[in-house]
């Protein structure tokens, strides 16, 4: 699949578009595990899980942390809406450390904060581990 | 002599104002060009999230589920509400807090009327000093929100007021703020953001969202979609996701409208400065010609005398 950059990345946050440009392929988290997505893709809307976002370009290869959303896939056009995405390479290990240990030391009485706990964690370890990674 | 000297100075003083509003008026343009640029980037999100509801709702349709949301159910009694007032933290900017008040005070004389206990809850100083004047208590107050109010603000706001409301303990939230329309037109309006009300059409052909958008994706030829998980999990996580952007847009909106209000209400004030310069100089000539006129007199009927 090294025919160029097929498809149309565009990443919408809240606040703006973070990117818009062609890539080769993709790999980012759904609600259940990683998808990745290459050219010819049916159409598809998914929801997004927590984690690395990984693209493949011609310039190269970058990782972006997503923090939860969609996905809409549609003919070359791949659309993520999430609240946050940064840059792997500006994710700082500490402060995932940080948010680790305040979501592990955190009380947690109902079922939902449970939940809400569990979720808190996993997207800290997350964090860590792509921080860890691209450091 | 003494005339003249007080008009001059009076001109000086009408120049040092029309300095500071003539500034007034670049600041407020270039926050605006800011603001504005935030506000139409943000606008991809929200037309993307109706645009997937849009496909959600058309596949829905199909499986003929009707979908639920505690969200977007409408309660029979309305037993407790909140306001939202959104006003700018500095003043100068015309009827800008005037307007958006004016509409809080019109929503606060209903719930009284009606004895339904309502939290007002404010943003900018400007409202907060407002409400102690006329004494109002307010719940909670704001000062945060400058002309950039950024996502994760407003969503810790969207987090506490999506908990209230599913826990029950709010049934209505409403939402007071100056939506910005054209770059002539900015409205003070009162909007219903919780219960959102429809999110998606429940008889089958219109594809209009609550979000006020003709989804585009709906005019398109319908597209077969993968869902992961099921549509209708998705718009589980849709609804609250909306809700945010929508409140994140009042907020932007207001942002924007506040800079416009300012930019017109300092235009103004620097045409009227400039107009009184004008005057006031013409006041300042003629009293200083009569003056010299008169010193002239003077001289010549002090010649005149010696003769």
């Known amino acids: 699949m090294s025919g160029g950059d097929k498809l149309r990345l565009i990443v919408v946050t809240p606040e703006r578009t973070l990117l818009d440009e062609p890539v080769a392929s993709l790999r980012f988290p759904l609600y259940d595990g990683d998808i990745g997505i290459l050219p010819g893709r049916l159409p598809l809307i998914g929801r997004l899980g927590v984690g690395e976002l990984h693209i493949t370009a011609a310039a190269g290869e970058t990782s972006y942390f997503v923090d939860g959303g969609f996905v809409q896939v549609i003919g070359p056009n791949v659309t993520l809406l999430t609240n946050r995405a940064v840059l792997a390479s500006e994710l700082s290990a500490d402060e995932a450390e940080k948010q680790l240990t305040a979501a592990l030391a955190k009380g947690a009485i109902t079922d939902e904060e449970v939940t809400a706990r569990f979720a808190e964690q996993q997207r800290a370890r997350k964090m860590l581990a792509l921080a860890e990674k691209s450091e | ?307």
């Open chain 2, 1 to 307: 002599m003494a005339k003249a000297r007080a008009i001059i100075k009076r001109l000086k003083a009408v120049r040092n104002v029309r300095k500071i509003t003539r500034t007034m008026e670049l600041v407020a343009t270039a926050r605006f060009k800011k603001a504005m640029d935030r506000a139409s980037q943000a606008a991809a999100y929200t037309r993307k999230i109706s645009e997937i509801v849009a496909d959600l709702s058309n596949s829905m349709q199909e499986g003929s589920t009707s979908f639920q949301h505690p969200l977007l159910q409408q309660r029979d009694t309305e037993k407790k509400s909140i306001l939202l007032v959104i006003t700018s933290n500095r003043g100068l900017c015309g009827g800008y807090n005037g307007g958006v008040l004016r509409h809080a005070q019109t929503r606060i004389r209903q719930t009284r009327s009606d004895n339904i206990p309502l939290d007002i809850e404010v943003s900018g100083k400007r409202g907060i000093g407002f409400f102690k004047f006329q004494k109002i208590a307010t719940a909670a107050s704001y000062t945060h929100f400058e002309d950039k109010p950024t996502f994760d603000e407003v969503d810790v706001l969207a987090k506490r007021f999506i908990d209230l409301f599913i826990h029950g303990h709010i049934d209505r939230l409403d939402i007071a703020y100056t939506r910005f329309e054209t770059m002539a037109r900015q409205k003070a309006v009162i909007e219903t953001l919780l219960p959102i009300g429809k999110l998606q059409p429940t008889d089958a052909g219109a594809a209009k969202t609550a979000t006020g958008a003709v989804a585009t994706a709906a005019a398109k030829p319908k597209v077969d979609y993968d869902f992961l998980p099921s549509p209708k999990e998705i718009l589980e996580e849709i609804v609250p996701a909306s809700f945010k952007a929508k409140l994140f847009k009042c907020f932007l909106d207001a942002a924007v409208s506040e800079q416009i209000a300012r930019m017109v209400a300092m235009k103004s004030a620097t045409d009227n400065a400039d107009e009184m310069i004008r005057s006031i100089r013409a006041q300042y000539n003629r009293a200083r010609q009569s003056q010299i006129t008169s010193e002239l007199s003077e001289i010549i009927g002090g010649a005149a005398a010696l003769e």
